[in-house]
């Protein structure tokens, strides 16, 4: 166990949809990442933020957003989703903005159908 | 851009002794990672090499050289667990040196 938390762990839904995923970072840790897994395009950095803040984009779509709260929980919002956006998303975490440590989440795996 | 090249898939015995090669075509990145993920799993950070040369840690061992743009993971004394996929990773200047880019994995099966 990681110590970082990520709900829902599936989520079912239909095309043209908007679902939002929450990531609960490790005691202590100010940086969240956000990575998407399929099977085509393997594992891929889609935003980071740190202490609530933007601080690295990766190849996050325009329908993506996600904001990290005061509390420092995270959320990811997909939105007008299609079925190429089934796929396994993490969530990480780690003390530092710039570390190669860091601590995934369980995932949570979104089909579209 | 930035790329890992990992074979996708090693085959080996329980007992053995297995390395699973990662090259790259980047630069500018800070060191190179090893990250090991179990089907259905999250990645879980294994090793990290900042310098040349070997990290040891149990039975695994890490090794990079910048010259030859060349790693590899070592696992000794195979046992069924370490079944499971095998990542290696940088943190390219593209994100400025913050987020993982990940080679395509290698699937590691233990067989008895």
């Known amino acids: 166990d990681s110590g970082v938390t990520q709900t829902p762990k599936h989520l079912i839904t239909a095309t043209g949809q908007r679902v939002t995923l929450r990531c609960s970072p490790r005691?202590?840790?100010?940086?969240v990442y956000w990575y998407q897994q399929s099977l085509d395009q393997g594992l891929q950095f889609l935003i980071q933020y740190y202490n609530g803040e933007e601080r690295a984009k990766g190849n996050i779509l325009e329908r993506f957003s996600a904001q990290q709260f005061p509390d420092l929980h995270s959320e990811l919002n997909l939105s007008s989703l299609e079925l190429g956006d089934s796929a396994l998303y993490f969530c990480?975490?780690?003390?530092?903005?710039?570390?190669?440590?860091?601590?995934f989440g369980p995932g949570t795996r979104l089909t579209v159908l | 851009g930035q790329s890992l090249e990992q074979p996708s898939e090693v085959t080996a015995v329980e007992g053995a002794i297995v390395q699973i090669n990662c090259t790259y075509q980047t630069s500018g990145f800070y060191g190179l990672s090893w990250y090991q993920q179990h089907d259905g799993g999250a990645p879980t950070f294994l090793s990290y090499?900042?310098?040349?040369g070997l990290e040891e840690t149990g039975r695994f061992s890490s090794f990079l050289s910048r010259s030859d743009s060349y790693g590899y993971l070592l696992l000794q004394e195979l046992q069924m667990k370490d079944s499971a996929s095998y990542f290696c990773a940088v943190r390219p200047p593209d994100t400025g040196r913050r987020a993982l880019t990940f080679g395509s994995g290698t699937r590691l099966q233990v067989q008895p």
């Open positions: 990480a975490s780690s003390v530092t903005d710039s570390t190669d440590t860091q601590y």
């Open positions: 090499n900042a310098l040349d």
């Open positions: 005691s202590g840790d100010l940086s």
